[in-house]
C-alpha cells in the first residue's frame, strides 16, 4: 500500500475561516446565554427564531418554511424548534385558510411579554460583536459572511441526490 503524504500549507501562514467562523459561533451562543436568556427558558436558537417570528409576523404570516429558509436549516430541525416553543407556550400553530397543511406561526401573549428582553439581549450581544469594528469593515464582514454562506448553500444544491453515496 503507497503511504499517501498530506498536503499542508504553513499553519502561520494560513488562515483557517471555517474554524475561526466555528469559534466565533460558539462564543456567541455562550455570551448570548449569559444574557439571561436562560431565564426565558429559549434556546439560543430559539431566541433567533423567536425573534424572527416576532419581527415578521408584523408584516405577513410566518410559516415553517420561511424559518428554514431564514436560518438555512433542515425542516426536521425547524419542525423541533417550533414544537418545543409551542410546548413552552411562545408560539401557536394554526392552519392556514388556504392550505390546512400549512401552519402559521404566531407568537402567544407570553412571547409577546418577553420580546423587549429578546430585543435588549440581542442588541448588547451585538454591541459586543461590534465593539472596536469600524463601519466599513462591518459592512463588509457582514458581506463575505454572506458570500460564504451563499457559496455553501450552492455546494449543498449541487449535493443533493447525492446523499444516498454518503450514509
Not at 102 to 107: D, G, Q, V
Amino acid at each position: 500500500m503507497e503511504k499517501k503524504e498530506l498536503i499542508q500549507g504553513d499553519p502561520k501562514k494560513e488562515e483557517d475561516a471555517g474554524r475561526i467562523i466555528n469559534i466565533v459561533s460558539h462564543q456567541l451562543k455562550r455570551t448570548i446565554f449569559c444574557y439571561a436568556w436562560k431565564d426565558c427558558g429559549l434556546t439560543t436558537m430559539q431566541n433567533r427564531v423567536l425573534h424572527y417570528i416576532l419581527a415578521k409576523s408584523l408584516e405577513n404570516p410566518v410559516y415553517q418554511k420561511d424559518i428554514e429558509k431564514e436560518f438555512r436549516v433542515s425542516k426536521s430541525t425547524v419542525t423541533e424548534i417550533l414544537q418545543l416553543m409551542e410546548k413552552n407556550g411562545f408560539i401557536d400553530r394554526k392552519s392556514s385558510k388556504r392550505d390546512g397543511r400549512m401552519k402559521r406561526i404566531m407568537p402567544t401573549e407570553k412571547a409577546i411579554t418577553i420580546q423587549k428582553e429578546v430585543m435588549e439581549n440581542i442588541r448588547t450581544v451585538e454591541e459586543k460583536l461590534r465593539a472596536g469594528v469600524n463601519e466599513e469593515d462591518y459592512r463588509t464582514c457582514l458581506k463575505v459572511l454572506k458570500k460564504m454562506s451563499e457559496n455553501l448553500a450552492e455546494e449543498k444544491d449541487h449535493m443533493k441526490g447525492r446523499e444516498e453515496m454518503y450514509e
